[in-house]
């Protein structure tokens, strides 16, 4: 699984995993991020700023569904979505422009926001996330939710941690969450071996990763879960490592477990988060079948 000592050269990993550099028209993406997401808050029905913790990061948002065509009497399936950023940048406020597609569509979607990097490590964050969850289950149903339809999606980072939550052994977290909290995941362009990121230049020094980080949060090392499915998709127009990464999960948890590991036509590695937003995408098509397997 360790992966060939020579090819960690800086301009190598630069090459590969520097996305800024790789999609030079990255600042427009978050300009219209920001501004689709202000305009997503003033128009939709949601609760912003919720705490799922005690710490300035752990707050999250909930959209309420819009018709429910997918409702049951228990409320609307839930779409938790993890931002990326490499663990050490971005906000959940950036990510409000997801929600009206979806919640048209039937879904309540959550947002949680995580304290970043280098102030807190990846199992930090990870930690955070099952905090997110678990607060997701026991409350959500008072803001139309499921809590026993809950479908994680992440891109990037979030993609990881998307993954890592779908393996989570809920009932040592808590006695009274479900083993199967998490039903579906969809993993956006993640990264699934954490090695690569322990000797990235332009991160190393925020992620601040040691080998036993590695091992312990490296979703493609770990056991397949026993429990539910991932899809895996990556931007055709990602860089080579994004696409080994997002073959990498479908090789180590098996066709049963990731059925879907696709590169997407077109995209790339910020492109390819708009496509979940639109209604015509076959990546929003692939959120919204995950949501009815919950049903």
Known sequence: MVMEKSRFTPAWL??????????????????????????????????????????????????????????????????VFIHGGYWRSLDKADQSFLAPSLTAAGACVVVPNYDLCPAVSIPDITLQMVKALAWTYRHVAAYGGDPNRITVVGHSAGGHLAAMLLACQWKRWAADVPADLVKNALSIS???????????????????????????ASPAWLPAPRRGQLYSVAGAQESPEFLRHNALIQTAWGKKVVPVSEALPGLNHFSIVDALANPTHRLHALALQLLKKTA
Request: hydrophobic residues 35%.
């Open 14 to 79: 630069d090459r590969m995993y520097n996305n800024r550099a790789l999609v030079p028209d990255h600042a427009a993406y978050f300009t219209r991020w920001t501004q689709g997401s202000r305009l997503a808050r003033q128009q939709l029905d949601c609760d912003i700023d919720l705490p799922y913790g005690e710490s300035s990061g752990e707050k999250l948002d909930v959209f309420h569904a819009v018709g429910n065509p997918h409702s049951t009497r228990s409320g609307a399936p839930v779409l």
């Open 190 to 216: 993640g990264l699934f071996e954490l090695e690569c990121m322990m000797h990235a230049p332009f991160v190393k020094d925020d992620l601040k990763l040691t080998p036993a980080q590695v091992l312990q």
